[in-house]
């Protein structure tokens, strides 16, 4: 089973922040959260990762909770083109080649016009 | 930054014929590469884990005879679905470790669909 809890659905005007939260209350000490995406009929795409600080890139910015049991990822100005089921992972950082992911269903973001 | 290429992106085979699909690490040797399922609606199901020059580790239920992977290469790995039924309708995606943030980079997923 998967380690981390979302929303099914969220709902996005363009143009405004997106905010996905995350739940995973089990997480071990050496585990980053991870953020993936999948826009349908494609392969997930790599958005952001962190361990315990937050972080932004140019995609997003990650917020993790100082006891590190839940996560937001934030789209700063979401685009129709961010419509994707958005999944949120823990997973060791720097383990061997052979650490898999656990999936769960993702949070399916729509951004309306 | 780290690609991996998937092909087909799509194909449609008859009923009992078998069908390949190939991963390439373009920009990265992926030592090992990740092999999912999945179906609509549902989330990714891991299959297999091939690592380069060994044999594949199957996840409980897969069957390894049908599911043939081939990591022959740091920089290729195949899957083969042999004599392929409806059932096997799925999307097939491949992922390796590499790239940004010892995370995983994944190809962009073949679509399969057995008549």
């Known amino acids: 089973d998967a380690k981390t809890t979302q929303p099914t659905s969220m709902d996005c005007a363009e143009g405004r922040a997106a905010n996905l939260p995350c739940n995973h209350s089990?997480?071990?000490?050496?585990?980053?959260v991870y953020w993936y995406r999948q826009i349908h009929s494609q392969g997930p795409q790599y958005i952001i990762h962190g361990l315990k600080n937050n972080e932004t890139n140019e995609m997003a910015s990650l917020i993790i909770t100082e006891d590190r049991k839940s996560s937001t990822l934030i789209l700063p100005h979401a685009t129709l083109r961010d419509t994707a089921v958005y999944y949120c992972i823990v997973s060791p950082g720097n383990a061997g080649n052979n650490r898999k992911l656990i999936w769960g269903l993702g949070t399916s973001l729509a951004v309306n016009p | 930054g780290a690609v991996v290429s998937q092909h087909p992106s799509w194909v449609i085979c008859k009923s009992g014929t078998s069908v390949k699909i190939e991963c390439r690490s373009l920009?990265?040797?992926?030592?090992?590469m990740f092999w999912y399922r999945q179906f609509p609606k549902q989330s990714l199901m891991l299959m297999a884990t091939s690592n380069e020059g060994s044999k594949a580790t199957y996840e409980q239920g897969v069957e390894k005879d049908k599911f043939l992977i081939n990591h022959a290469s740091l920089t290729l790995s195949t899957l083969t679905v042999t004599s392929a039924h409806p059932e096997d309708s799925s999307f097939y995606i491949c992922?390796?470790?590499?790239?940004?943030?010892?995370?995983?980079?994944f190809g962009s997923g073949t679509r399969l669909t057995v008549v």
């Open positions: 089990t997480i071990s000490g050496n585990e980053y």
């Open positions: 920009d990265f040797q992926a030592t090992t």
């Open positions: 992922s390796a470790r590499g790239g940004r943030g010892y995370g995983y980079t």
